[in-house]
């Protein structure tokens, strides 16, 4: 049986693309042990999920309105073009 340095030693001689594919396989391996296999979520799941984050990002200013944005452009045009 090999020791856990031979192990790695073997890996690493090998091409990074194989490598990523072993890294995969015993992470997925991993997961499956713990019972924690990634599983997709329900777009039901999603939308629970957005709702609970809505505001948590709020702001101190919010955006500009349209309206606010113009108001700038134009003051800024009319100085410009005096």
Avoid: W
Wanted: charged share 35%; hydrophobic share 30%; proline share 4%.
């Amino acid at each position: 049986m090999l020791t856990q340095t031979e192990i790695l030693n073997e890996i690493f001689t090998l091409p990074v693309s194989e490598q990523c594919e072993i890294v995969e396989k015993v992470s997925d391996n991993i997961g499956r042990k713990n019972g924690n296999a990634e599983k997709e979520l329900s777009v039901e799941e999603k939308l629970a999920i957005v709702k609970r984050l809505g505001g948590s990002l709020k702001m101190k200013n919010p955006p500009m309105t349209r309206e606010e944005e113009r108001e700038i452009i134009y003051e800024h045009l009319s100085e410009k073009y005096k």
